[in-house]
């Protein structure tokens, strides 16, 4: 085999905090590669992966192990202990089916009309605050939407709170490096918020409240495993809170939504009228185009080759997502934001991959990138069709070279208006 390319250093951790979602697509450019080794994590060699064929490899389940090789911290503050994104084999196959199982047509539909009822119910509020921004807006919006569509009636005096502690689990994300404090916090929220499930799941399960059937809480709380047992009632939040905390994460896609109505010409007339599909391809293109998850952790279960490449057995694998996600030879002009390339995308599984990749069933890939989707077709026709508002001078910036990828000013929005002569 050819030798892999190496970014030279003994620990690069602190270089790719600093580079961010730059650091591995330019360290491909520079190798001209599809590979190159480096090492993280206080030495560990780790081999980066970028494309199609390394997304159908690290998704191959023969040859890439996925379980144990989540840092500590993202499982403790973000995924939860025991959470499905750690389980492998026939306990993930299991655990993904339950999971899936929420997706039906008539989930899905609800979802939908749910993402459109609130946001056209909030409008009065958003008038009234003058000056609204939009991620932050949009953390409480879906708090409310993701606990609803789950079947979970929250105290409304509590729910400012609930968004909040959301906001901390998704953020902790940014706490991986050095921010110990945001760690701590995080923490901290993912206790609260797990206590509250357990006890909406214990008294499901006494009968104390009647969550409706086909509800998250409901089927997760009658569920049993291939064994014929219950879950666990904290495993069972743990696997609840994994359908609400990353529903409250579409947060992100939203702000780089409405900059993007904002920031390129014409597409908020065409998210209005949305022709042939056209709100869908934006959505795409959103997820395509925002910085979001920079690449996914694995492990070589065998000695394997890639693009004639040899990588060892038990050798730490990272798939470039970000990277995929920007790279010409699947997306012409990457760095255009251009839904209509949507026109004639195949649906390959293993080039759109903001959310993962492969198979919703048998791989790691994100059980609510349909959910995701579907949030989005409606919030940004909403932003786009529904309201009309004024973006007044802010920094729109969206730094590349930072964790986590987000709009410097979080997107604020003013006088905000109906939109009577609505398309
Ligand atoms: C897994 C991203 C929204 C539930 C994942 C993965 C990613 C991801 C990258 C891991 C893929 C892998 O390890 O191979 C996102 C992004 C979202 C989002 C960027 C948008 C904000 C959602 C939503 C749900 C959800 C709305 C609600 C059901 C899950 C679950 C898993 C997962 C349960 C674990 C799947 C497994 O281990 O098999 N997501 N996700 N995600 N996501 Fe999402």
Known sequence: GKRIPKDRGIDNSLKIMKEGYEYVPSRMKKFNTNIFETNVLGGKTAVVISGKNAAELFYDNDKTERKG???????????GKGAIHTTAGKTHLDRKALFMSLMTDENLAYLRKLTRNYWFQNIENMQYQRKVNVYNESTLLLTKIGLRWAGIVENPDNINKMADDMNKMIDSFSAIGSLYGGYREAKKARARVEQFLEDQIVATRKGKIHPEKGTALYEFSHWKD??????????????LMNVIRPLVA???????????LHEFPGERIRVALNEDDYAYKFVQEVRRYYPFVPFLPGKAKENITFEGYKIKKDTMMVLDVYGTLHRDDLFSEPDRFNPYRFDVWDGSPFDLIPQGGGDYYTNHRCAGEWMTIIIM????????????????????????????????SGMDIEDIKVNIDRT
């Open 69 to 79: 090789t989540l840092p500590k911290r993202v499982v403790k503050t973000l995924f």
């Open 226 to 239: 291939m064994n014929g047992k219950p879950m666990d009632a904290r495993l069972c939040a743990i696997d």
């Open 250 to 260: 579409i947060n992100k896609f939203v702000s780089f939504g409405v900059l993007a």
């Open 377 to 408: 077709e409606e919030t940004m026709k909403f932003f786009a069709n529904e309201i009309s508002y004024n973006v007044p001078p802010q920094d729109f910036t969206v730094d590349t070279t930072k964790f986590p990828g987000k709009v410097a």
